[in-house]
């Protein structure tokens, strides 16, 4: 195994010609696929990797600098793609891995296929002309509440999150794959994506993009996910799930699970705009 490799806890299972490459967003790590990969392993080369900064991950690899922005884990993304020799690959990315292909894409669009992008967003903050969901004060208020106590904020941020209940079993699980972060990692990590601002990216990319979105998602709303399909670059395709909460592929698979998989095996058509 690969140095890269090693570091993100690269798993390569399945068998198949093409390859989908899933990446996890903030707070969880490769086990977030868990509902999906039984579906996979058949017909695909499956790709799993944990972003620098899990849990599972070695926290004295987390460079504060380079991952203070998203440039960083599109070159981790990259550099795992060049160790495993992949020259193509369908990427599923979810929240901030969603940002992250989206980046990746643009500096070498030869290494992907189409781009799976659940749960997207190019900027969390509101502006004059955008609608992202949060104000700067609220983000301020839940970075302070992370420092000052982060266990409780946990309890408070992972039902509001996952649009359920503390006994719910995709609470625990998102509740404990944050619990597995180091506090400093995941206030630094959190503050790169509610402050970052990728708009600018959406026209360069060139690459066709599925967009899957649940109906109600307090950290992404619907609206932002039309903001992406009307301003990237290339091929685009929005579809809206009737799930509620910004980690469906945990907290309903039995409904997210059959979307992706139709996505993952069809292609955009000629006359998708």
């Known amino acids: 195994m690969g140095v890269v490799e090693e570091a993100h806890n690269v798993k390569v299972i399945g068998?198949?010609?093409?390859?989908?490459?899933?990446?996890h967003g903030f707070g969880t790590d490769q086990s977030v696929w868990k509902h999906l990969i039984p579906y996979l392993v058949d017909d695909y080369r499956v790709v799993?990797?944990?972003?620098?900064?899990?849990?599972?991950?070695?926290?004295?690899?987390?460079?504060?600098?380079r991952y203070a922005s998203l440039e960083g884990y599109a070159y981790d993304l990259l550099a795992i793609l060049e160790e495993l020799q992949i020259d193509s690959c369908i990427y599923l990315g979810h929240s901030l891995s969603s940002m992250t292909g989206v980046i990746a894409s643009i500096f070498r669009p030869d290494l992907f296929s189409k781009l799976i992008l659940l749960s997207a967003s190019p900027r969390f903050i509101?502006?004059?002309?955008?609608?992202?969901?949060?104000?700067?004060?609220?983000?301020?208020?839940?970075?302070?509440?992370?420092?000052?106590?982060?266990k409780s904020w946990i309890d408070g941020f992972a039902p509001l999150v996952i649009g359920s209940d503390m006994d719910s079993v995709a609470v625990q699980e998102f509740s404990r794959t944050l619990f597995n972060m180091r506090p400093d990692i995941a206030l630094s990590v959190f503050r790169t994506i509610f402050s970052f601002d990728l708009r600018h990216?959406?026209?360069?990319?060139?690459?066709?993009?599925h967009i899957i979105q649940s109906s109600k998602d307090l950290a992404v709303p619907v609206a932002v996910s039309e903001y992406i399909h009307q301003n990237l670059g290339g091929k685009s395709i929005v579809e809206v799930i009737s799930t509620e909460g910004h980690l469906p592929q945990l907290s309903a698979p039995e409904v997210t699970v059959p979307v992706l998989l139709r996505h993952i095996s069809h292609d955009i058509t000629t006359d998708a705009s």
């Open 48 to 65: 799993l990797y944990d972003n620098m900064g899990a849990g599972p991950t070695n926290p004295d690899y987390f460079d504060f600098e």
């Open 15 to 23: 068998s198949g010609k093409k390859t989908v490459v899933l990446g």
């Open 126 to 150: 509101n502006a004059d002309d955008y609608y992202g969901g949060f104000e700067k004060e609220d983000i301020d208020q839940l970075s302070q509440a992370m420092e000052s106590n982060y």
């Open 201 to 209: 990216f959406l026209s360069r990319v060139t690459v066709p993009c």
